[in-house]
T-cell receptor, first 117, second 115 residues
């Protein structure tokens, strides 16, 4: 199993450009999550999904959109990139609700480092 | 305000030495607490998880303790190795009144182990 994979690893965008961060998991997990990690800050939840066709906002959803057409894929879309979106983005997945149970483990991808100039 | 604070921010130790990282939280109601290890340029990897009824949990050379009364947790690393150099993140889960959950991430402790 590859686990959680993310592409691209790095990307530089100009202000106002758009892009999609890709995330795929091969563990047949129902739950998937997108986080951003800013320097010196804790991870912040952007969006999450509890299954194909179902998504919900996290703590910092503004400026982002997601979709979940399949169990495996959970892309994150930036429509009008802004410098405030410069960050490292992590995708994660878990079999069930990661937060609810001691045995529900969350697996993270390697991250995408995004710079908006 | 629900917060998770970790100390120290950074730590340098010699290989073979032990160290202890601290996590204080004000999250309530508390569901569980996790410690993650994050290598540079990688995603976090789970080390331990504890519910409020657990006092200690070990994973090899890593031992986490939890005092739910004082809202403090610690991660003890025994006989450190160069590969322990990483950031260690404390994550506390908050149970919302809606029955859903919110994850509060600490900012991490950056550990450097020197040969």
């Amino acid at each position: 199993n590859a686990g959680v994979t993310q592409t691209p690893k790095f990307r530089i965008l100009k202000i106002g450009q758009s892009m999609t961060l890709q995330c795929t998991q091969d563990m047949n997990h129902n739950y998937m999550y997108w986080y951003r990690q800013d320097p010196g800050m804790g991870l912040k939840l952007i969006y999450y999904s509890v299954g194909a066709g179902i998504t919900d906002k996290g703590e910092v959803p503004n400026g982002y959109n997601v979709s979940r057409s399949t169990t495996e894929d959970f892309p994150l879309r930036l429509e009008l990139a802004a410098p405030s979106q410069t960050s490292v983005y992590f995708c994660a997945s878990s079999y069930s609700n990661w937060a609810s149970g001691a045995n529900n483990e969350q697996f993270f991808g390697p991250g995408t480092r995004l710079t908006v100039l | 305000k629900n917060q998770v604070e970790q100390s120290p921010q950074s730590l340098i130790i010699l290989e073979g030495k032990n160290c202890t990282l601290q996590c204080n939280y004000t999250v309530s109601p508390f569901s569980n607490l996790r410690w993650y290890k994050q290598d540079t340029g990688r995603g976090p990897v789970s080390l331990t998880i504890m519910t409020f009824s657990e006092n200690t949990k070990s994973n090899g050379r890593y031992t986490a303790t939890l005092d739910a009364d004082t809202k403090q947790s610690s991660l003890h690393i025994t006989a450190s190795q160069l590969s322990d150099s990483a950031s260690y993140i404390c994550v506390v889960t908050l149970t919302l009144t809606s029955g859903t959950y919110k994850y509060i991430f600490g900012t991490g402790t950056r550990l450097k182990v020197l040969a």
